[in-house]
Nanobody, 126 residues
């Protein structure tokens, strides 16, 4: 089992930055790819970005390319999402997720992710 806890969300103005963190505990010696998803009010959860176990491969949804950066520090068992130039349409609950042990690559498919955090709210005002 892997437990994930997100932090760093909040209320910001358009153009501001936030950095989300996701702390992993439990089977942290296992190797797995991770990702961030988000769910806006009244919408389905959508993929935002993912990173491989080593961190050498990343992928982003088009709407955040050039503004968001995913990274991870495996020594600290922590996943990050640096969000710059935030827009009101980025408002959502952000979830971090981990793939099953041994799945070390990247994936946009939420069904590839076995473990999920509880989410952190990001609200961007115009």
């Amino acid at each position: 089992q892997v437990q994930l806890v997100e932090s760093g969300g909040g209320l910001v103005q358009a153009g501001d930055s936030l950095r989300l963190s996701c702390a992993a505990s439990g089977r942290t010696s296992s190797r797995y790819g991770m990702g961030w998803f988000r769910q806006a009010p009244g919408k389905e959860r959508e993929f935002v970005t993912a990173i491989s176990w080593i961190g050498d491969n990343t992928v982003y949804v088009d709407s955040v390319k050039g503004r968001f950066t995913i990274s991870r520090d495996n020594a600290k068992n922590t996943l990050y999402l640096q969000m710059n130039s935030l827009k009101p349409e980025d408002t959502a609950v952000y979830y971090c997720a981990a793939q099953r042990t041994g799945s070390t690559g990247i994936s946009r498919n939420e069904y590839q992710y076995l473990y999920w955090g509880q989410g952190t709210q990001v609200t961007v005002s115009s």
